[in-house]
């Protein structure tokens, strides 16, 4: 059986011969090579080459193309700031919206002329025409939401949320139509799937009522495209008390990548209970804990969530978010090894 046999069986909710395996290793993937995180970010192709020699040296089910959450916004002009070791983020002291009027300034491009978005689509075709027919790949894709964010920054976007509500969501529908047509020109590399990063939609950040104002009606959308095509839709989301609900409601996600409990559940068991059978669980060992956990407690954390979640398959074994850039390869294979036996059916 290959990862796509696997993990197509998994998203049926079916018990495969095992449960997929994939933590979130991707800007990681650059040690492979020996790139550092910029060259990683900026050269497509040695980006490609080193996931897909990580796929294929540490057996991974799944690839997903997160790079950083900065191609969108790179687009519209915003200046990033670029590091050896972490991903690239935008220049705080340079926002494209600077003003609650520049946020009309933002207007749909065309991402397959624009520089981070087609070279992201290219990544996808490189790793489609490279692993596609063994292993689903899956498009990163950032919200709207978290786009407008990167442009004006979170905490003066809050304000405007508040106090100029119609200038954000004209912002966003700009941003939308512009993710309506790189959503179509990812799927036509063949990605078997788009994740959304809606980083909004969880009680860390938004009212659930705030998140399906500002952002519901346009995720609705490009899911229905995706959906549309025949494509599979995920959703990330690493905040506190994710909103499950409504965006299953919105979107009917064939998976939610995730680490922490819904808003509406106190547990895990929980989790696996109340929407274990609505959509594929990916999750949920903590990025940050792995940092100074030790190889046992890896093992031992790994093997709880596979009790959790394994029942009945719809769950594929990964990290909360993704794993840590600098934390090297070996927790991965500690996880990996221990999904390959803990989480055999
Ligand atoms: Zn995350």
Known sequence: MNSLERVSLALQHKEADRIPVYPLLNSVSRDII?????????????????????????GLDVICSLVDLS??????????????????????????????????????????????????????DLLVKAKGNEVPVVAFVFGPLGIASMLRGQSEMFMDLILEPEAVKECVAEITKTLI?????????????????????????????????????????????????????????????????????RMKPEAISFLHTPDDCISYEETKEKYGDKTTLIGCLDPGWLVSASLN???????????????????????????????????????????????KY
């Not at 200046?79 to 520049?102: M, Q």
């Not at 596979?306 to 294979?333: N, R």
């Open 297 to 343: 407690e890896v093992v031992e954390e790994t093997k709880k969530q596979i009790d959790v979640f394994k029942k009945d398959g719809g769950f594929i074994l990964s990290t909360g978010c993704e794993y840590p850039s600098t934390l090297g390869f070996e927790k991965a294979k500690v996880i990996i090894n221990t999904g390959l036996e803990y989480g």
């Open 71 to 124: 191609v969108e916004a790179a687009d519209w002009g915003q200046d990033l700031l670029y590091f050896e070791d972490d991903a690239a983020c935008p220049d705080h002291n340079n926002r494209v919206i600077k003003s609650v009027e520049d946020y009309r300034k933002i207007k749909q491009i065309n991402p397959r002329e624009t520089p981070r978005m087609s070279e992201h689509i290219k990544l996808c």
């Open 34 to 58: 020996g790139i550092d995180y910029e060259k990683w970010t900026k050269n497509t192709e040695l980006c490609a080459e080193s996931i897909i020699k990580t796929t294929e040296e540490l």
């Open 181 to 249: 047509e790189y959503c179509k020109a990812l799927m036509e590399t063949g990605v078997h799937a788009i994740m959304f990063d809606t980083l909004f939609a969880s009680q860390s950040i938004l009212s659930k009522q705030m998140w399906d104002d500002f952002e519901g009606e346009a995720m609705e959308e490009l899911a229905k495209l995706v959906h549309d095509e025949g494509r599979m839709v995920m959703i990330h989301n690493c905040g506190d008390g994710i909103y499950f609900d409504a965006q299953i409601n």
